[in-house]
């Protein structure tokens, strides 16, 4: 029986223990990595990147007060009592989640379950933004800015794709037509 791994596939590390050598042995290598595998390993990495933020988004590190005292309200992260360190954290956040999931959505494009994996990602998108509005304070985060963030890596990759596209358009426009010469007979000298 055949083995299709991919340690099976890969030659043993190179010798000695520097940080290059083992940096260029667990590099992408086209030759010997299988597309599908590729996909996998990058559908695996997006879903823990999407499962961590996603909860430090519900649970925000520190917890929430549980009471009505001193100026704050219970339900609320306490980590907002530091509204700058608070912002960058929901913001970076954010960002890490709705990157992880552009990528789960692109990997998994014309999979047999797409339409349910759509409809998986946008509860878990609605989700995750009634829990961070629901511990946020009103007054620590501008949630427009919150929403741009979210939408920031969809945005992009609809850039870069109109910006291929008219890039090609442009490029064919602009190759000069191949001039067609009649097939003429030397003379034999």
Request: hydrophobic content about 45%.
């Amino acid at each position: 029986m055949r083995n299709n791994s991919v340690a099976a596939r890969k030659p043993n590390p190179p010798p000695g223990n520097t940080w290059s050598h083992w940096f260029r042995y667990f590099q992408y290598d086209e030759e010997n990595e299988k597309p599908s595998d590729t996909r996998n390993f990058l559908l695996v990495i997006a879903a823990l990147i999407a499962a961590v933020t996603f909860q430090a988004g519900v649970n925000p590190p520190g917890g929430v007060w549980q009471d009505d005292k001193d100026g704050h309200h219970a339900g609320r992260a306490i980590y907002a009592s530091q509204p700058e360190a608070y912002y960058v954290f929901v913001i970076s956040n954010t960002l890490a989640l709705s990157t992880s999931i552009l990528m789960i959505v692109s990997l998994t494009y014309r999979f047999p379950l797409h339409f349910e994996i759509w409809v998986a990602t946008i509860s878990m998108i609605v989700t995750y933004g009634s829990a961070v509005f629901a511990v946020t304070p009103r007054e620590n985060v501008k949630f427009r800015f919150l929403l741009l963030t979210a939408a920031l890596p969809l945005l992009l990759r609809i850039l870069i794709q109109v910006f291929l596209k008219f890039r090609t358009t442009y490029s064919k426009a602009q190759e000069p037509a191949a001039e067609e010469t009649p097939d003429v007979e030397k003379p034999e000298t």
